[in-house]
């Protein structure tokens, strides 16, 4: 199992953009993925969930309305659409899936709000 995760970048506040999660090693369309983060000093966190179908997702309430994530079951990918960015959401964000009692995590990609 492998997940390339993409697209951290330094932005500005109010900002935009998108992370993306390359899967590999199993069956994507199977299964749900997420999207965390961890910031310095702070425990990791759910930012966002997606169904195997993609037909219903999930967010932490301090993104919802700002985030969208979404999944291409023909590419293996999953992305975090990430819109008005805010210091706050500087972070190590990570790509997950669980399958067979096992958490399976990416690298992680950098993503610095400031001004």
């Known amino acids: 199992v492998q997940l390339v995760e993409s697209g951290g970048a330094l932005v500005q506040p109010g900002g935009s953009l998108r992370l993306s999660c390359a899967a590999s090693?199993?069956?994507?369309?199977?299964?749900?993925m997420r999207w965390y983060r961890q910031a310095p000093g702070k425990e990791r966190e759910l930012v966002a969930g997606?169904?195997?179908?993609?037909?219903?997702?999930n967010y932490a309430d301090s993104v919802k309305g700002r985030f969208t994530i979404s999944r291409d079951n023909a590419k293996n990918t999953v992305y975090l659409q990430m819109n008005s960015l805010k210091p706050d959401d500087t972070a190590v964000y990570y790509c997950?899936?669980?399958?067979?009692?096992?958490?399976?995590w990416g690298q992680g990609t950098q993503v610095t709000v400031s001004s």
């Open positions: 997950n899936t669980r399958f067979r009692n096992r958490a399976y």
């Open positions: 997606i169904l195997s179908d993609g037909g219903s997702t």
């Open positions: 090693g199993f069956t994507f369309s199977r299964y749900a």
